[in-house]
């Protein structure tokens, strides 16, 4: 009887949790704000691609309007066309042309506003400390190249701030903290287009920026 007890006891202890337990205080990672814009970019450059798909159509509607020119090349020299109907029609075709260029234009610049705050908001969030002329810099209108941008800014200033810390735990001065060289102007250093050219130029000549 006793060996029946005891083969009972294993069943009526399964599901027994420890009591005080909530799972809801154990502690969650926290997102890296940087990783968090890149796969934000990254969703954007994904749409680019299957966006890239739809070229098929683009050339079906390429071809309409080569059919359309050829029918009103007709239509004029039948007579059913006259040239200034063709001008008002180029004119408001045009027209509708530069309307849609400007849209594009300030959807586009909105849009940089819009990744330019992001990124600078990333950045600090993780306590990257950046200055506002290289994130203008980092973020360009080809998505992709931001991302390669935004790896490459981060992997520098994450050196430095390493390299200070090693710098400063053997007692040391860190390098260019007191600097005011001005080997370069402000206007040589705008010319650099490589954004950690640049910031190494700028960290090299801080007095420039005080």
Known sequence: MAEENQDLQPEQNEGVQ???????????????????????????IDKVTANNAGLKT??????GQVETLSQQLTDLKAGKLTIKDLLSQSKESDEDQAKDDRIK?????????????????????????????IIDLVVVSDTEKTVKNINSIEAFVNAIRDDTKQEMLKGTTPRNSGKTATAMTKAEINKISDPIKRVKAIRENMGLYR
């Open 58 to 63: 683009e050339n079906e509607d390429l071809r």
């Open 18 to 44: 420890p009591e005080n337990v909530d799972p809801k205080t154990e502690e969650q990672p926290k997102d890296d704000p940087v990783e968090s814009l890149k796969q934000k970019f990254q969703k954007r």
């Open 105 to 133: 234009a300030l959807e586009a610049e909105l849009q940089r506003t819009h990744d330019i705050q992001d990124t600078r908001d990333a950045f600090r969030e993780k306590g990257l400390q950046v200055p506002d002329e």
